[in-house]
């Protein structure tokens, strides 16, 4: 069954690229005790990451509308943001300052938001006829 | 509001919401026939309708996708004159079998007498 679409990679690769940035401007503004870089990389990540979700979501709906009700998307964030941030530190990116433990902390955190997110999406399957919306089939 | 003009908003109107969902019928019609790729298809739509279905190549390609998702269709490759392998469609035996209860349920009922009679002007 067909999951991984075009703009979904896209979206994926978008991420990572913006994951990146991230984590130097906030490796950089921890390093130099900056607390305007680090809240201006983050309120900036997070707008960049929510505007990219709603462009490609858009997009891949228009391509084929999975009813997933947006975890692909989410799930495919969650892999991105923590895999980068933990190679951040194998590779010795991190400020001195920053710990791996939040990382795994944050991934915890977030791995819980992601299961509810989960067991929405398999509630929502009941609606659905191979992954799209019973609903929007023939429309 | 001249009666002409008020009919022929009317129809525009009627038709506008009639055509809805009559895509999915026209481009299984077109597979009867035998195995198409999207431009043959779009062609059949456009020439058996006499016009009055269009359908641009996105909607049809998002159609043929999302048919192929739920199993109803599935294609071939083949060599086109040029460029990439063309994407030949055809129906599945389950999308014959809904086709078939699709027209038995909702098409054939036109062809009985009482509704043929009423259908003439």
């Known amino acids: ?139 | 509001m001249g009666n002409e003009v008020k009919l022929t908003e009317l129809l525009s109107s009627w038709e506008d919401t009639y055509k809805k969902g009559q895509l999915t019928l026209w481009i299984f019609l077109s597979l009867q026939e035998g195995k198409k790729y999207v431009d043959e298809i779009k062609d059949f739509v456009e020439t058996k309708s006499n016009g009055t279905i269009t359908c641009e190549e996105q909607s049809l390609y998002r159609a043929l996708r999302k048919y192929e998702m739920i199993d109803v269709l599935q294609y071939e490759l083949r060599k086109g004159n040029k460029g990439p392998d063309r994407k030949y469609y055809y129906m599945t035996d389950l999308g014959l079998e809904l086709f078939k209860k699709f027209v038995d349920r909702n098409i054939n009922l036109f062809y009985t007498e009482e509704i043929k009679k009423l259908l003439k002007p």
């Open chain 1, 1 to 139: 069954m067909k999951t991984i679409t075009p703009y979904l990679l896209k979206f994926a690769v978008a991420a990572t690229f913006l994951t990146i940035v991230f984590r130097y401007f906030l490796s950089y503004g921890i390093d130099n005790k900056s607390s305007i870089i680090i809240a201006l990389c983050a309120i900036l990540y997070g707008t960049a990451m929510f505007v990219c979700g709603w462009y490609f979501g858009r997009k891949d709906g228009e391509y084929l509308p999975i009813y997933d009700v947006g975890f692909r998307f989410h799930a495919c964030t969650y892999l991105v943001h923590n895999l980068i941030s933990v190679l951040w530190f194998t590779f010795n990116f991190n400020s001195s300052y920053e710990q791996l433990q939040i990382i795994y902390i944050t991934a915890l955190i977030w791995g819980v938001l992601l299961i509810i997110h989960l067991l929405f999406y398999l509630l929502a399957r009941k609606n659905s006829i191979n992954n799209l919306y019973k609903k929007d089939l023939f429309d």
